[in-house]
């Protein structure tokens, strides 16, 4: 990832990628571009603050208290779970890049089952795929009638209707229950509704799924959640999109599991300017998952989908990117993600360019910095899958 240093080099540099993509362009035909986005390219400068109710922080700390250690336990040998009390312990989620991402939602059918942003010309792909390769969580097929495993016996214990148990019911549950082996189920069941199943309201009730599953917990150990988890951020990111109706407001609510929507944003980006950000982002360039992954990729999800026997536009750009393995560059979208970009000049030109070069070194070392923990972060998830085979071979 490079970005612009100063306006001139910056406008230099955004020519220089323009023509490699000319070229890179001009061999074959490109795919159709979108005919729209969600938003039009004026209201790109506008921010809006996304609200989470994802609570992955409080759940590690609540689990992390000393009468808890059973449990704790059971969470760190958990092959998907564990990956919760690896992350990093941030008090607040920096979400001004993924907003950033969103205002370039590409509008698809409800039935797809995918996500595509569009940036500088460039299309950005969240599938099945990338999800499973940021998260490191299960993404295979749901097991048959999934719906319908387990039973409702242990809330039915603890609970005297279904409409009552929210996480504020369930945490306080939690907290005053002595050890036992139904406190277990009860720390799965929060885990579940603060970090997997994520509604968009602390009152709101659990889904029908959440409660029968936890009546049997080892059939946790072997649940896709990863894919739940997908389902329910491509949901969100309809939801929010169908919300604001192409108007940024203040403030958006994102329902479900949004840290690997988080992750395209560093964790240091909280108060730099939204110009400086545009800006470094004008040279990034995404990618898909590389073929050194696929290994890892086999072991938590299944293949990718034969896009060549799907019709519509989200499968063409798909086939182009991964079965031909060619860049897609949409000059008109490019040109108006630029135009979007005109900040209002300040009268000290020579301190301005100063301080936009110094800003966006700084937002290249974080956005570089990101792209490092990424690759560490999965490194140390290959480790432990194999981990987890040796151990598996072994039994």
Known sequence: MTGSHGIESNHLSAHENETDHQSASSQECQPLPPDELYFKNTEFTKTCKIQSKCHVRETVKILKKAKFKPEREW???????????HMHDEPNLKLLGMWMLLLCTVPLDESED?????????????????????????????????????????????????????LISVREKLVSMSPCGERLKMAVLYFLGANISVKGRYNAPFDSFILRVVNGVEVCKTFPWGRLMFDDAIRSITHVMKHLKGKPKQTVNFPGFIIPLERFQSNNMKGYPLEDLYNTLGQTKFSCPTVDEEPLMARIMDGEPDYGNEDGLSSLWSTWLTVKEKPIFWQELYELDVAAREFPKKKDKGKLNEETSSSN???????????????????????????????????
Request: charged residues 25%; positive net charge.
């Open 361 to 395: 070194h700084r937002v290249e070392d974080v956005l570089k910095g990101l792209e490092e923990r990424l690759m560490t972060g999965l490194s140390e998830v290959c480790v432990k899958v194999e981990k987890m085979d040796k151990r598996l071979g072994v039994m």
């Open 114 to 166: 995918i996500a595509w942003f569009s940036v500088n010309g460039v299309p950005i792909r969240y599938s099945m795929r990338e999800h499973a390769l940021i998260s490191g969580l299960d993404c295979h097929e749901y097991p048959a009638k999934y719906k319908k495993i387990g039973s409702f016996a242990f809330v039915d214990r603890h609970f005297s209707s279904h409409k009552e148990i929210t």
């Open 75 to 85: 969470f760190k040998n958990h092959p998907q779970f564990c990956h919760f009390f």
